[in-house]
C-alpha cells in the first residue's frame, strides 16, 4: 500500500512529539501523528505536510489516538488493520506530568504514562515487521538512583515479568493511599516511577522481540524547552528530538534493550 516506512509517533501534536514527527517525516518516512484532539492533530499535521519535506510535502497524517483510554486504542489499532497498514517504527512519546500528589493523580499518570504505552505497543505489535523500531521516550528523572536500594533491587531484578511489574507499579499507588509511599522507599513523584517502569518495560521487552529482529530502546531527551519542560530548560526541542529519532531509525545491527540520551547509553 506504502513503499515509505511508516511511523507512529503518540502524543505528536506538540512538544517533543511534534519535533519528533517533523525530524521522520524530513527524513523521507509517512508519519502517522496522534492526538486525544483530532482537529488540532489535523492541522499540526497540515502544517507539517507544507513543511517538513524541504521542497517537497511530508506524508503526515493525523489521526485520534487516546493512550489512557483501552477503547481508544483498540479502535485505532483496528483501522490500522483495516488499512493494511505496516508500522515500521514505534515513538511512545504520549506522556504527562500532573500537578499534585496523591493515589488519584498518581493512578492517572501511570495510565498514561507506563500503562498507555504498553497498552499502544502490544496493540500494534502484529503490525509491526521484522526490522523495525519501538522507542520509549523516558525521563532521566526515572533513574533508579532516586530509589531505595530495595526498590532498585525489585526493578532491576532479571527474574522480573510484566505481572511482577504491574504489581510492582500498583503497590505504589496503594502506598500512596495508605501515605507508606516514603517509608517502602518510593519518591514522592508519579512522573519518576512511571518512567522507571517503562524503562524496565524495555528490559523485558527487548529480549521477547530480538527474535523478530525488533529492536527497543528508551530515550531520554533532557530537559527540553516545551509546555512540560517550560521556558527555563537548557536544551531546545530540535535537539531532545534527535535522540529521539536515531533511536527510531537504527539499522538492523542497532543496540536493543537500553536507555540512551543523545545516542550514548545511561544507566537506568
Known amino acids: 500500500m506504502h513503499d515509505r516506512e511508516c511511523a507512529v509517533v503518540t502524543g505528536g ?6 519535533e519528533t514527527c517533523r525530524q521522520l517525516a524530513r527524513r523521507g518516512l509517512r508519519v502517522i501523528l496522534t492526538g486525544r484532539d483530532l482537529a488540532q492533530a489535523q492541522a499540526v499535521a497540515a502544517r507539517l505536510g507544507a513543511d517538513g519535506g524541504r521542497g517537497a510535502p511530508a506524508p503526515v497524517e493525523a489521526r485520534s489516538l487516546d493512550v489512557g483510554d483501552a477503547a481508544s486504542v483498540a479502535a485505532f489499532a ?3 488493520e483495516a ?3 505496516r508500522i515500521d517504527v514505534l515513538v511512545n512519546n504520549a506522556g504527562v506530568s500532573l500537578h499534585g500528589f496523591d493515589a488519584d493523580r498518581v493512578a492517572a499518570t501511570l ?4 500503562v498507555g504505552a504498553v497498552r499502544v505497543t502490544e496493540a500494534l505489535l502484529p503490525r509491526i515487521p ?3 523500531r519501538v522507542v ?10 532516586g530509589f531505595a536500594p530495595p526498590l532498585r533491587a525489585r526493578f532491576l531484578d532479571p527474574a522480573l515479568d510484566r505481572p511482577a511489574l504491574d504489581a510492582l507499579v500498583a503497590s505504589f499507588v496503594d502506598d500512596v493511599r495508605r501515605q507508606q509511599h516514603e517509608r517502602h522507599g518510593w519518591p514522592s513523584s508519579a512522573y519518576r516511577v512511571s518512567k522507571a517502569a517503562l524503562n524496565a518495560y524495555v528490559r523485558l521487552l527487548a529480549p521477547s522481540l530480538a527474535p523478530r529482529g525488533i529492536l527497543v530502546n528508551a530515550v531520554c531527551p533532557g530537559w527540553v524547552r516545551t509546555d512540560m519542560g517550560g521556558g527555563g530548560a537548557p536544551r531546545p526541542v530540535e535537539e531532545g528530538a534527535a535522540g529521539v529519532v536515531w533511536a527510531a531509525t537504527l ?4 543496540p536493543t534493550g537500553g536507555f ?9
Open 13 to 18: 501534536n506538540r512538544g517533543i512529539g511534534l
Open 78 to 80: 483496528a483501522r490500522l
Open 83 to 85: 488499512d493494511g497498514a
Open 111 to 114: 495510565n498514561v504514562n507506563y
Open 130 to 132: 521484522r526490522g523495525g
Open 136 to 145: 520509549m521516550v523516558s525521563s532521566g528523572m526515572g533513574e533508579l538512583s
Open 251 to 254: 539499522p538492523p545491527d542497532g
Open 260 to 268: 540512551f540520551r543523545d545516542g550514548r547509553a545511561i544507566s537506568w
